[in-house]
């Protein structure tokens, strides 16, 4: 089954930087583009990044761009966040997904925590 496990959370102050990585397994990972979300206390998921399968091309919500970067190797099947310069306003749960936003596959997802 498709299983998707994300690590590297945690608390961080302001301007700071944190790596998330996502371990995926059960299903084609090198044909599947990747995304990572996120969700703050009383909000919406939205969308923070996605990568194709190739890892050619890549998108990002305005409010990260220039601090975040995503990327992935197929190889070992993980995809990471690379969030530098860190704000409070990007504490949140951070999930991998894969596939149609109502149809796909989450993690549990990991608590980002930037304090000011």
């Known amino acids: 089954q498709v299983q998707l496990v994300e690590s590297g959370g945690g608390l961080v102050q302001l301007g700071g930087s944190l790596r998330l990585s996502c371990a995926a397994s059960?299903?084609?990972?090198?044909?599947?583009?990747m995304n990572w979300y996120r969700q703050a206390p009383g909000k919406g998921r939205e969308l923070v990044a996605d990568?194709?399968?190739?890892?050619?091309?890549?998108k990002y919500a305005d409010s990260v761009k220039g601090r975040f970067t995503i990327s992935r190797d197929n190889a070992k099947k993980m995809v990471f966040l690379q969030m530098n310069s860190l704000k409070p306003e990007d504490t949140a749960v951070y999930f991998c997904?894969?596939?149609?936003?109502?149809?796909?596959?989450w993690g549990q997802g990991t608590q980002v925590t930037v304090s000011s």
């Open positions: 059960g299903f084609s990972f090198s044909l599947s583009s």
């Open positions: 997904h894969v596939g149609p936003f109502h149809a796909g596959y």
């Open positions: 990568i194709t399968s190739g890892g050619d091309s890549t």
